[in-house]
């Protein structure tokens, strides 16, 4: 095969052939025919799944499987199109049909159909759009299966594309960028992707927006429905499609019905005879490549991107020359370009990717790091770095025998590895299939694999990773030129300049100069040890039937020292374990200094592990440790011969550790960098932090131990490291299939390396403690500091009574479950779908196991207000009431069943097999019975027992006095700006929150003249209701004549007017200009805007008696009235300060044992 060129835009063999080994048959129900493929497909070995892989007439590929262990079926269809074939007056076509798609068919039209279907059997359904590919996929119970595929294939037979629902979609796709805009990787992948070559449809605006798609049809004249109508027909075609059923046998389908499905639901797609995507031009022209993009960010990141241009390869992926490129690039062992740049202080991570191999296009390979500043500072010369290690891996030339561990490894994972989850085999095996020169016998292996060694492409492939065939980006928050970003991005506002590279870095000569002293630094990689040399001889493949979702591990020993814990989990002909432990040590309990330290000794220890453990990493050993509150955890998980050496290393370099002056430097700054971007990460993940903050203590604020970073150095970590472990507590899960003599002797030499001198003393012995709330309604409000970031979060979490000590609470728990499930598709469709308060909208429930109260939390991230979002949330609930009482005993016992086949799906892998029960001996519960439970107590559940736990806990109409609620608000910065009176305490006692949400609507469309105090008489004047369940338009009853909503929306306008003629009379200026001043009029007027829906809230308010809308005052009692917590008008508690509000609320008490802890051994037998 002749080597590659650069300039290839087509590679030279025919699509792969799917049209011989396929012979027609016909279902044996309906006898309708399809083509079934006769070949030998590549299968891991000893596979108990059955698989068929087939034709339909109208040329969908179809792999169904049958899997005998699984209770959720998986279904994904993969169409091979994407944004690059948008049209360029439509940007975000592609992304806008994925979201449209589902809003109804002809056969099904109600838009929530779908997903109604699919929550009421145990699943849950989503859609990605990639610049090649479009692929949906969804879980379903095995029963719910027939159902789900009949209304899935409907989506691509005759989606109605519902014009009603156009509207809907776009805000939730522009809620969607707004949220990409303020991530600093979407920014620097969209402007890596609009710095390509102009008019490339790779250099599109990928994801759209509500500007590049309605605003744009509006400008054409054109209906956006019509044009997305047209798209569908133009491209989603049966012959571009690819389907995979994954459905479980066990109470389930077999093979051939699923056969039978797939071709009577699926042969009606229409074939219009359309090509597979494919982009022969290379988005990197000769004019892009040697430059140099600088870009900034919002984060205080240092970026350096070197990105290469290749050629088509997908024909290649059977000897995928680019992955032992990618593999020799990011290796991270000794004489690696990753671990001598780490030497040199210049780059805190490194990373190499490509194209996906499924992607019928040209490729870019992408080197990425995240440097110091020290680094960046010096880019040129870390450029000099990554060409002097190509440059000593070609003089090395193309080693065979790497590639026979490349190749060894790869076969080990899926000829022995885990089987993967079947909604993750669907989407694998249904993008793969894309790829056009992908043989029909490695439609399951796919790219997994490498199987055949090609020295020519390999050298080609090495050839072109040279100084003159790539671009450099570099991405800061600051630079020290401001000419260097002299333009704009017009979708996503990032500033960014381009020039071309200078001659020193486009040169190989001028390179080499740079680095003739690392020539000694710079060295291949040695054979790599950890790979493993011997396969068991036992059943390959036996995946979760040989692990008891419920069995409980085994206690081998427990003393004051150490707790040994066994799990038996067989896995196949290559077996694999785990091995879990925490090292528990007072150094780090009582303090957020000790917290740092923890930290920092953490990330020190990784630093100096990455270059002996890449190889473990390579070999499918992975490792990982953090320091949890007062604990060090480490875990290991792969290849089990291995495993207790990787576990040794990891301590005997703790034990050993020196720390350096300049690596304390490097993580500290790091340490920094981290606490600084927390701080400006989304709203939702704020908010959840924060909640996560207040439900136990010690436990520290991310801010608190940024603080302590300024009174630490390398002095105090080394005394941490020599002190913290002399007195422990250790705690271990081995699982796999080990014995007791193998479990006991990895412990033993565990704690031979540790060599603490001691175990805790009793009396210093504590515990992290959950808070337990008292009842009441409390709201925290934070302000995020990024500048950028326009969105606003809530997290709303309802708690139930703390559960009695050494009680496992299954009943509070099923019951949140089971709402939870009900509930999460209702309130995604309500709040994000109909309302667009945001495009994250999330509904579940948390299990707090550390003795704590459970709670249901209600998550939103959007543009509205907080106290919108509150009082939202706050309606649905109410709202949502009369849904649950309504509910038939049918739905009622279809939920319930879902729930209970959903906790019984079997571990597929080790790791999850480990945390199942590892979470438990964490906890101090050890609730190994928890599932057996938990699924008892949701069987014995009647709709009676679901309504009276709502009415008492979630209700805020009804609940009792129990009703604990806490809810973190997240404001952006120019929300607070707008309204900072919003904040106070004092504003919050003196005002019901309905009137204040108004005038936070009306403050966000620009009608800032209206004062609080103007909008609060405005309320207070304007007529009562007569219905709380009120529309805009229908009828109000006030004390005088009826009026409806609109015309208060038009006095609220009046008024406004009124306000800001006065406004301009008083201050002697011109004011607003008219054009303006009716322009917010009309959003006044707008019926189908929130300020109308806040409106009617404002009026409504006497009807309610919940803490967050009732307009009455709450009566003060308790501990709450001392000074740390300030109660609003409607009785709510703001919290000001996190550890004062956990220092005024008692504590649970710690958590015991639910079951009596019984050793297998009370001696140690002899080990030796």
């Known amino acids: 095969m002749r080597p590659i060129d650069k300039q290839q835009s087509v590679p030279p063999p025919e699509p792969a052939d799917w049209q011989e080994l396929f012979d027609e048959q016909q279902t044996i129900e309906s006898h309708a025919p399809y083509y079934n493929y006769t070949g030998n497909i590549v299968l891991p070995v000893g596979d108990k799944r059955k698989y068929r892989l087939f034709r339909l007439p109208n040329n969908i590929r179809v792999v169904c499987i049958s899997d005998p262990d699984v209770k959720q079926s998986a279904v994904s269809l993969a169409v091979n199109v994407g944004s690059s074939a948008d049209p360029s007056e439509f940007q975000g076509m592609a992304h806008a049909l994925e979201h449209l798609l589902f809003m109804g068919t002809a056969k099904y039209p109600d838009a929530r159909d779908f997903e109604t279907y699919l929550t009421s059997h145990g699943g849950y359904t989503n859609a990605s759009t990639t610049s090649t590919i479009t692929y949906y996929r969804f879980a379903v119970n095995n029963r719910g299966l027939a159902g789900a595929l009949d209304r899935f294939a409907q989506f691509f037979i005759a989606p109605l594309l519902d014009a009603n ?232 030339g193309v080693q065979e025998w790497y590639f026979r561990e490349l190749q060894a490894m790869a076969q080990m994972s899926f000829f022995y590895g885990e089987p993967m989850y079947p909604i993750t085999v669907a989407v694998n095996i249904a993008c793969q299939m894309c790829n056009v020169y992908l043989r029909p016998e490695h439609v399951v292996s796919g790219t997994q694999l490498l199987y055949e ?236 932090w924060q909640q996560y903050y207040l439900r136990a203590t010690p436990r520290w604020h991310h801010m608190d131990w940024a603080a302590e970073l300024n009174n630490v150095a390398a002095a105090d970590l080394q005394e941490f490291v020599s002190e913290a472990f002399s007195q422990v507590y250790v705690a271990m899960l081995v699982v796999g299939q080990v014995s007791d003599r193998e479990a006991m002797c990895i412990l033993d030499q565990s704690l031979a390396a540790l060599a603490p001198h001691s175990p805790i003393p009793s009396v210093l012995y504590s515990q992290v403690r959950a808070v337990s709330i008292c009842p009441g309604t409390y709201v925290q409000r934070i302000i995020t500091d990024n500048a950028a970031n326009s969105d606003n979060s809530i997290n709303c979490t309802i708690y139930t009574p703390t559960p009695t000590r050494g009680t496992g609470d299954y009943r509070s728990k099923a019951m949140l479950s089971l709402i939870a499930h009900i509930m999460a598709i209702p309130f995604f469709d309500q709040l994000r779908t109909q309302e667009q308060l945001g495009y994250m909208v999330n509904c579940s429930w948390i299990a707090n196991n550390s003795g704590g109260a459970s709670g249901l939390q209600l998550c939103i991230q959007g543009s509205s207000n907080p106290e919108y979002m509150c009082l939202r949330v706050e309606k649905f609930l109410v709202d949502f009431t009369p849904r649950l009482e309504s509910m038939s005993e049918c739905e009622f016992q279809a939920n319930i069943a879902a729930r209970v086949t959903a906790n019984l799906e079997l571990p597929r892998k080790i790791v999850k097999a480990t945390n199942q029960v590892w979470q438990k001996i964490q906890d101090g519960n050890y609730d190994f019975e928890y599932t057996r439970e938990l699924n008892a107590q949701l069987e014995s559940l009647t709709r009676a027992d679901m309504l009276e736990f709502w009415h008492t806990y979630v209700n805020p109409l009804c609940a009792s006095a129990e009703l604990t609620r806490v809810v973190v608000q997240v404001w952006s910065a120019g929300a607070a700006e707008l309204a900072p009176g919003m904040r106070s305490a004092e504003v919050m006692a003196e005002y019901p929150l309905p009137t204040i949400a108004l005038h936070l609507c009306l403050t966000q469309i620009g009608a800032d003249e209206l004062l609080l105090s103007d909008v609060g008489r405005f309320v207070a004047t304007s007529g009562m209701p007569s219905d709380p369940n009120l529309d805009s338009g229908v009828e109000i009853d006030a004390d005088g004549p009826r009026l409806t909503v609109a015309e208060y929306q038009r006095r609220l306008a009046a008024l406004y007017k009124a306000v800001v003629l006065e406004t301009a009379a008083a201050e002697q200026m011109l004011g607003k200009p008219s054009a303006e001043v009716e322009r917010i009029c009309a959003l006044i007027a707008d019926d189908q805007a929130q300020l109308c829906t806040a409106l009617q809230m404002a009026l409504e308010s006497d009807q309610f008696t919940s803490s967050l809308l009732t307009s009455q005052p709450a009566i003060l009692c308790g501990h709450k009235t001392a000074t740390t917590l300030m109660q609003t008008f409607s009785g709510t508690w703001i919290i000001s300060d996190y550890l004062a509000f956990k220092r005024e609320q008692p504590l649970c008490a710690p958590a015991i044992p639910v079951i009596q802890l019984q050793a297998k051994y009370s001696s140690r037998p002899s080990i030796l």
């Open 165 to 396: 629902c156009v509207a809907r979609e776009l805000n939730a796709i522009e809620s969607e960028f707004r949220s990409n805009v303020q991530n600093d990787a979407q920014r620097r992948s969209h402007i890596m992707r609009a710095t390509c070559c102009s008019g490339h449809p790779y250099s599109q605006f990928m994801g759209g927006n509500y500007a590049s798609l309605q605003t744009s049809a509006e400008q054409m004249g054109v209906q956006l429905r019509d044009r997305m109508a047209e798209f569908f027909a133009a491209h989603y075609s049966a012959d571009v499609m690819n389907l995979v059923i994954v459905g479980g046998s066990q109470d389930g389908a077999t093979l051939d019905e699923l056969v039978e499905w797939s071709v009577n639901m699926f042969s009606p797609v229409m074939n219009r005879n359309v090509v597979r995507m494919a982009i022969p031009s290379h988005p990197l022209c000769e004019q892009k490549l040697g430059t140099l993009v600088r870009y900034q960010t919002l984060g205080n990141a240092h970026d350096i991107t070197l990105t290469f241009a290749l050629p088509h390869t997908s024909h290649l992926y059977c000897s995928a020359p680019e992955q032992y490129v990618k593999d020799l690039l990011a290796y991270g062992g000794l004489g690696s370009l990753q671990a001598c740049l780490k030497q040199l202080g210049w780059i805190a991570s490194m990373s190499v990717n490509s194209s996906p191999p499924n992607i019928n296009s040209p490729r870019l390979l992408k080197i990425k790091f995240s440097a110091t500043p020290a680094g960046f500072m010096q880019y040129d010369k870390l450029v000099a770095y990554v060409f002097a290690y190509l440059r000593a891996i070609r003089a090395q």
């Open 453 to 688: 060694f090609d020295r020519d492409q390999i050298e080609a492939i090495l050839a072109l990773l040279n100084p003159e065939n790539y671009r450099l980006f570099l991405g800061a928050r600051e630079f020290p030129d401001s000419a260097w970003l002299s333009e704009v991005d017009p979708h996503f506002g990032v500033r960014f300049g381009e020039a071309k590279l200078p001659s020193e870095l486009t040169s190989e000569a001028e390179l080499s100069l740079v680095t003739l002293d690392c020539a000694d630094q710079l060295y291949f990689p040695e054979p790599n040890k950890y790979i493993t040399q011997h396969i068991a001889t036992t059943e390959p493949n036996n995946t979760a039937l040989d692990c008891d979702v419920q069995q409980a591990p085994l206690l081998l020993e427990r003393n004051r020292q150490f707790e040994l814990w066994t799990r038996q989990f067989s896995h196949g002909a290559l077996p694999r374990g785990s091995i879990s432990m925490f090292v528990e040590t007072m150094a780090v309990h009582t303090t957020s200094r000790g917290q740092v330290l923890g930290e920092l000794l953490v990330r020190v220890l990784n630093d100096r592990l990455a270059k002996e453990l890449y190889a473990a990493e390579m070999a499918g050993i992975k490792h990982k440790l953090l320091f949890s509150e007062h604990r060090l955890c480490i875990s290991v998980i792969g290849v089990q011969e291995k495993m207790a050496l990787v576990l040794l290393e990891i301590l005997n370099e703790l034990r050993n550790l020196v720390v350096t002056n300049d690596e304390f430097t490097l993580h500290l700054d790091q340490a920094r960098r981290v606490a600084e971007y927390m701080q400006i990460s989304s709203p939702r993940l704020q908010a959840s």
